[in-house]
């Protein structure tokens, strides 16, 4: 008896919850007169903008079958013209991994 009176009264909460979700998805769809976005461009030259990019890598962390590892590193990039790309990077983990024959 008190398991049926549990399930008579959560049909009226799931019915007001359908009721107000339609209702929020109805409603939402109305349209409104809104200005257009303009822009200005300032810039037509993307590669005279930035060309050296470095950074700061505070946490990694890398999941394989038989390596996982975690640490930190830094990454740089530099952009010549719009001829070549250079990157480079350095990962230093958080503790030193065993060598072969090394147990864990």
Do not use: C, W
Request: glycine fraction near 10%.
């Amino acid at each position: 008896m008190l398991g049926q009176q549990s399930t008579m009264n959560a049909k009226p909460f799931f019915i007001g919850l359908l009721a107000i979700t339609l209702s929020g998805a109805v409603f939402g769809q109305a349209t409104k007169e809104k200005t257009a976005v303009t822009f200005e461009e300032l810039y037509d030259e993307p590669y005279s903008v930035n060309k050296l990019f470095i950074g700061f890598q505070p946490f990694y962390g890398e999941v394989f079958a038989t390596n996982v590892t975690a640490g930190f590193g830094a990454e740089a990039s530099y952009y010549l013209k719009d001829k070549m790309d250079f990157k480079g990077h350095f990962r230093k983990t958080f503790r030193p991994q065993p060598g072969p024959g090394q147990s864990q």
